[in-house]
């Protein structure tokens, strides 16, 4: 039986990266927009930042 693709597997977090300090740039541009324009008009950049959080490994 082979072995599933590496590629497919999520990573685990770095243990001293901690989730409010992963993906500053999409978490500033997020928040930045919430509070500018309300939460339901930044559905891309929540998307964005949700998407960089899951490439480090963070489940959300």
Do not use: N, V, Y
């Not at 409010?20 to 999409?26: L, V």
């Not at 339901?40 to 480090?56: S, Y």
């Amino acid at each position: 039986i082979p072995a599933a693709p590496a590629a497919e597997e999520k990573p685990a977090p770095p243990s001293s990266l901690k989730p409010c300090c992963a993906c500053p740039e999409t978490k500033r541009a997020r928040d930045t927009c919430i509070i500018e324009k309300g939460e339901e008009h930044c559905g891309p950049l929540i998307e964005a930042h949700k998407e960089c959080m899951r490439a480090l490994g963070f489940k959300i």
